[in-house]
């Protein structure tokens, strides 16, 4: 089964506007932690922010937010005040605690971004 | 300074070449990975190195033979390669191996390899 879900293959967002990329998952663990990834034409993986399961606040980082919602399992990440630069694939992760650093890849978004 | 280091950055080799990829950081981390990842794909993990030693392997063919000389290096190579395994391979390193909060994993830009 699927343990992380993206389900927007491709999303179009207007410059400066806001946008959420969706990111669901399963697991039984109570401790994992949820990262998102941005991966430019370039080709290199680049750490946003992460989520702790634990953490009851959600994480921000700059113009990244993670809007976590447990019960419902989604992890979606939401970004301010889009840029042309931010066009670019976007992987949400999952690590389950006791399994040590392995992380488990979303399909991934496609970004694009409209001037 | 936050940086995983990759060379060659693109690397064309016939199926019976040996070549060998390298990866460097010097963050301190005792955790290092090599993954493979395909066109529109999402990055799969191949090797996991904890303090210099083989952790993880992935069922990886052993035409790929990974090699981590000291804390700060890692080297894959690569021997009688497919035209299937081309693709790019990213090179990932993380403070341990553990599940630890946060402990992300910061990657290199990889290596766009071609098999002819």
């Known amino acids: 089964a699927q343990k992380i879900t993206q389900t927007q293959p491709g999303m179009f967002v207007q410059e400066k506007e806001a946008v959420t990329l969706d990111c669901t998952y399963d697991?039984?663990?109570?401790?994992?932690?949820l990262f998102w990834y941005k991966q430019p034409s370039s080709g290199e993986m680049i750490f946003l922010i992460y989520?702790?399961?634990?953490?009851?606040q959600n994480a921000t980082e700059g113009r990244y937010s993670l809007n976590f919602q447990k019960a419902r399992k989604s992890a979606n990440l939401v970004i301010s005040a889009s840029q042309l630069g931010d066009s670019a694939m976007y992987f949400c992760?999952?690590?389950?605690?006791?399994?040590?650093?392995?992380?488990?890849f979303g399909g991934g978004t496609r970004l694009m971004v409209k001037p | 300074d936050t940086e995983v280091t990759q060379t060659p950055k693109h690397l064309v080799m016939g199926m019976t070449n040996k070549k060998s990829l390298k990866c460097e950081q010097h963050?301190?981390?005792?955790?290092m990975y090599w993954y493979k990842q395909k066109a529109k794909k999402p990055p799969e993990l191949m090797f996991v190195?904890?303090?210099?030693?083989?952790?993880i392997n992935e069922s990886v063919p052993s035409r790929f033979s990974p090699e981590c000389p000291n804390s700060s290096l890692l080297n894959l190579h690569l021997h009688a390669l497919q035209p299937e395994d081309s693709a790019l391979y990213l090179c990932?390193?993380?403070?341990?191996?553990?599940?630890?909060?946060?402990?992300?994993?910061?990657f290199g830009p990889g290596t766009r390899l071609t098999v002819l």
């Open positions: 990932a390193s993380s403070q341990e191996w553990s599940g630890l909060d946060g402990n992300e994993q910061f």
């Open positions: 697991t039984s663990d109570q401790s994992y932690g």
């Open positions: 989520q702790g399961s634990y953490d009851e």
């Open positions: 992760a999952m690590r389950e605690d006791n399994a040590g650093n392995m992380l488990t």
């Open positions: 963050m301190g981390h005792r955790a």
């Open positions: 190195y904890s303090y210099e030693k083989l952790s």
